[in-house]
Structure formats: structure tokens, C-alpha cells
């Protein structure tokens, strides 16, 4: 159906409306103008007939459109709509922390976790969670380890979402730093150093004795 909204004088030139209502109830308007030259000598129902001659063709394509379009698709019929946001339901869980623990001797070492949940939005949303893993010891948010390996740490919420989200950790086990061997001071050194030197000039000025006491006695039998 279409009916005439409007057909006027805008200066020179003549506008003209129409709305249009297709089978399918999708209701819309359609406006168009023709020019005061063209309009010379022709009556106003001549000017509609021209208007929507120039219109037809956006009309029936609009027609087309609107009698076909996929209902999930933006359609006219949500404009003006008053739009009520969905309420907040969780959408994913991040999880912080230390992804390597070096451990620092041979007993139990704690490591505490932080989880957040966020909504479909991407803000925090408070909503109960559960926390576990495949190895070590977890008690709440703290990690309990003695052995190294690899630790993999899970939160999931527990209100009927199903959101969760994994965490890996590495364990490094400790390795105890046996100190090497004392040296000897530089005082010691230096006091063997000079016991040696003190051996060895005694044991220079024995031979040089030997000799001369050889070459005297080797002068006196000549």
C-alpha cells in the first residue's frame, strides 16, 4: 500500500512524499523532488505520477529488501527502540602469578595466585570460583611445592557459567652451591715463598764452602 504523505511548493521545484507499507507490514517513506522547469504546465496529481516515477525504483528495491532481509539483520523496526543491555555474566578468567618458581631449598615453598573474572563487557565481575591443579599442593589461591616439574593451576567459576582458564608453572629444583676448597692467603704464599729462598741461598752458600775448601785443598797438595 502506498499512500501520499505530502505533495508541496519548496520554491521553484515541487516535493513529494509517500509511505509505504510492504507485505510483509514493514512500513517506510519515500521523498522525492521535481524541478519547477519540469513542473511547468503539469497538475499536481501529473507532478506525483512524475515524482514517483523518478522514486519507483528505490521504492521496489526498499520493498525488496525489507520483505526479504534476514531477521537478525538491523531493520528499521529496531530505530527508537528503547535498548536494555544484557546483564552480566561472566566471560573469561585471567590468572597472575609467578609462571617459574626456582625453589629455594629442599623444604616446602609457598607461592600465592590471584584470579580475576571478567563479563561479557571486560570488567571485573565477583562471581564464586574453584581453584586446582595436577601436582604440587593448592590450598585456595597458595601453592605448596617440593619437587620440580611442571604444575599446571586451573580456576573455574562455580555459579553455572563454566568459565575456567589454565595457568602453567615451572618448578625449579634447588641445587645446593657446595663452596670450592680454601686457597691459601697471599701472606701464606709469600711466607712459603721466602722459607724456599732462605733454603735455597743456605743451600748456595753450603756448596759455594764445598768449593772453596776443594780448591784450597787442591793448591796446598800442588
Known amino acids: 500500500m502506498i499512500t501520499i504523505l505530502s505533495a508541496s511548493k519548496k520554491g521553484p521545484d515541487y516535493l513529494v512524499g509517500f509511505?509505504?507499507?510492504?507485505?510483509?507490514?514493514?512500513?517506510?517513506?519515500?521523498?522525492?523532488?521535481?524541478?519547477?522547469?519540469?513542473?511547468?504546465?503539469?497538475?499536481?496529481?501529473?507532478?506525483?505520477?512524475?515524482?514517483?516515477?523518478?522514486?519507483k525504483p528505490h521504492i521496489d528495491a526498499e520493498i525488496y529488501r525489507l520483505d526479504n532481509i534476514d531477521p537478525l539483520d538491523i531493520t528499521a523496526d529496531v530505530i527508537g527502540m528503547e535498548y536494555i543491555p544484557s546483564i552480566p555474566v561472566p566471560s573469561r578468567v585471567d590468572i597472575s602469578g609467578s609462571r617459574v618458581i626456582t625453589q629455594m631449598n629442599t623444604d616446602e615453598q609457598v607461592t600465592s595466585y590471584s584470579a580475576i573474572v571478567y563479563d561479557q563487557y571486560n570488567s571485573p565481575i565477583t562471581v564464586p570460583i574453584q581453584w586446582s591443579s595436577d601436582a604440587g599442593k593448592l590450598v585456595d589461591n597458595n601453592l605448596y611445592t617440593t619437587e620440580p616439574g611442571m604444575i599446571k593451576i586451573c580456576v573455574a567459576t562455580t555459579d553455572g557459567s563454566n568459565i575456567s582458564s589454565e595457568y602453567s608453572v615451572s618448578i625449579i629444583p634447588y641445587v645446593e652451591i657446595v663452596p670450592p676448597a680454601p686457597t691459601s692467603s697471599m701472606s701464606e704464599i709469600v711466607a712459603a715463598l721466602s722459607t724456599r729462598v732462605d733454603s735455597i741461598e743456605k743451600d748456595t752458600l753450603t756448596a759455594t764452602s764445598a768449593i772453596a775448601d776443594?780448591?784450597?785443598?787442591?793448591?796446598?797438595?800442588?
Not at 510483509?24 to 496529481?45: P, Y
Not at 776443594?214 to 800442588?222: D, I, P
Open 214 to 222: 776443594m780448591y784450597e785443598l787442591v793448591n796446598t797438595e800442588g
Open 19 to 55: 509511505q509505504i507499507t510492504t507485505q510483509t507490514a514493514k512500513v517506510f517513506d519515500s521523498w522525492g523532488m521535481l524541478s519547477g522547469t519540469i513542473a511547468t504546465g503539469l497538475t499536481i496529481d501529473q507532478i506525483i505520477d512524475q515524482v514517483y516515477i523518478m522514486q
